[in-house]
T-cell receptor, first 112, second 113 residues
Framework: ELKVEQNPLFLSMQEGKNYTIYCNYS?????LYWYRQDPGKSLESLFVLLSNGAVKQEGRLMASLDTKARLSTLHITAAVHDLSATYFC????????????FGQGTRLTINP | EPEVTQTPSHQVTQMGQEVILRCVPI?????FYWYRQILGQKVEFLVSFYNNEISEKSEIFDDQFSVERPDGSNFTLKIRSTKLEDSAMYFCASTGQAAYEQYFGPGTRLTVT
């Protein structure tokens, strides 16, 4: 059974600081997704990582994938308050159903 | 930009009642999914649907749940006899034949009293 674990689960940081969220998964997969969720809202796709070594950046967020280590990171640079949200990573099995298995989520709070 | 839509946005029902949650996937997509998220918890897979049949379902998706694509546009999730623990946000998602990225709808918040 595929397990996806994120850490930390809660992160409170100051504006302007850098931090990294980690996503570990338990079985071979080279498709990993990062989503953002604001309270009471749906899942907004941030990044799709499809191969070992993939790195994508959008604004202050950068995601990377190491399939050998079964690890993805989401790095936040010079955080701003607008990035406060819950961030989920998800892995799919690349089987026909392509179901996503989500991590527990990291609730990020950025204080002014 | 095409998007997945869901109705209603919030449904309140009494325990034991049947509910139907509706989704309109993106029009040329072929794979459809339901996920649920209990308040404050992670998103959990319920069921996937392709070519008019279930392709995979989770342990959560027991005999009380069913899915249907009654016409060319709607995709529904039915819960026959709701329980208190069915209270959650239910998300529909879809993806195309050659694509892998799942697009999520805005969700239906189901409250069972």
């Amino acid at each position: 059974e595929l397990k996806v674990e994120q850490n930390p689960l809660f992160l409170s940081m100051q504006e302007g600081k850098n931090y990294t969220i980690y996503c570990n998964y338990s079985t071979t997969s080279d498709r990993l997704y990062w989503y953002r969720q604001d309270p009471g809202k749906s899942l907004e796709s941030l990044f799709v990582l499809l191969s070992n070594g993939a790195v994508k950046q959008e604004g202050r967020l950068m995601a990377s994938l190491d399939t050998k280590a079964r690890l993805s990171t989401l790095h936040i640079t010079a955080a701003v308050h607008d990035l406060s949200a819950t961030y989920f990573c998800a892995v799919d099995m690349k089987t026909g159903a392509q179901k996503l298995v989500f991590g527990q989520g990291t609730r990020l709070t950025i204080n002014p | 930009e095409p998007e997945v839509t869901q109705t209603p946005s919030h449904q309140v029902t009494q325990m034991g009642q049947e509910v139907i949650l509706r989704c309109v996937p993106i029009s040329n997509h072929l794979y459809f999914y339901w996920y649920r998220q209990i308040l404050g918890q992670k998103v959990e897979f319920l069921v996937s649907f392709y070519n008019n049949e279930i392709s995979e379902k989770s342990e959560i998706f027991d005999d009380q749940f069913s899915v249907e694509r009654p016409d060319g546009s709607n995709f529904t999730l039915k819960i026959r006899s709701t329980k208190l623990e069915d209270s959650a946000m239910y998300f529909c998602a879809s993806t195309g034949q050659a694509a892998y990225e799942q697009y999520f709808g805005p969700g239906t918040r189901l409250t069972v009293t």
